[in-house]
């Protein structure tokens, strides 16, 4: 049968609870989460847990927190703001007899490939897009990288902006954007971490959304042939600290890659 059709508990027998959820409350400031995120996104955790008495009520990223220095540039966002005033209430929970393709249909909803799960500690552990690749990594199928790229290549410009830069990002529905005439990208993770790290919550930038997109360090994508096959792009992906693959007119992500695993074309091996 397909394979979306198995439940999650058997396809990642050792390592569907291996990574504890992060978490920060509702009632820190965005700053935490800042420092914290750059370390997680990308990773089988990916997103931070958000609790209210060590209860689980919703999620915070990449998303929220771009979304929120597109509002509000400055030191006051990062540490005056609280997590409940940005987190998405969109968290999901799984049963531990979901099926992967119940899964997916519930990521295809919110446009987030994260979820968590109850583990034996009484706590939870995360299930992100990185974790999915364990199973594109030993299915059965003919299809190749080219046959899941839903993406055209997207650029930037050194000269654009941080403010157009991450807009795009919006506008595009994508993390990540290729530097122009290069296979090296800027992604949400990138962006934060530095953020974070060189301009201490934009407490050491008078308007950070003019700075250019040359002064950011950026990461390479992997350039593959068209007819690498899913396996193996799984393989490249999973073994990347920030996946990305570039065709010759397309890129892939975990995302493409894990929403492919409907497919009826797909079997467990």
């Not at 199928?141 to 993406?151: F, G, I």
């Not at 003019?210 to 396996?231: C, P, R, W, Y």
Request: glycine residues 6%; aromatic residues 6%.
């Amino acid at each position: 049968m397909p394979i979306s059709q198995y439940a999650l508990k058997d396809l990642l027998q050792n390592s569907l609870l291996s990574s504890p959820v992060v978490s920060v409350s509702t009632e820190d400031l965005v700053a935490e989460a800042a420092n914290l995120l750059p370390h997680h996104l990308e990773t089988f955790t990916d997103s931070l847990v958000v609790v209210r008495d060590e209860k689980p009520v919703g999620i915070v990223g990449g998303v929220e927190i771009l979304e929120g220095v597109l509002k509000n540039p400055s030191a006051d966002f990062f540490r005056k703001t609280r997590i409940k005033e940005i987190m998405c209430t969109k968290l999901i929970t799984l049963k531990n007899d979901a099926t992967l393709g119940h899964l997916l249909n519930l990521w295809k909803d919110t446009g987030r490939a994260f979820a968590i799960m109850p583990n034996k500690y009484h706590g939870y552990s995360a299930i992100s897009a990185r974790r999915l690749l364990e199973v594109g990594m030993s299915c059965k199928t003919k299809l190749t990288v080219r046959d899941v790229s839903k993406r055209k290549i997207l650029t930037f410009r050194k000269d654009q902006t941080i403010k157009e830069i991450i807009e795009s990002m919006f506008e595009n529905k994508t993390r990540k954007l290729i530097l122009e005439g290069t296979s090296n990208f800027i992604s949400d993770r990138i962006i934060i971490q530095k953020i974070s790290r060189e301009l201490n919550c934009l407490q050491c930038e008078g308007d950070f959304l003019i700075m250019k997109g040359s002064t950011f360090q950026l990461d390479g994508a992997k350039k593959v042939s068209n007819d690498t096959t899913l396996e193996e792009g799984c393989k490249l992906l999973y073994g990347m600290q920030s996946p990305y693959l570039l065709l010759s007119d397309g890129v892939v992500t975990p995302w493409d890659v894990i929403m492919s695993l409907d497919s009826e074309d797909i079997k467990h091996n």
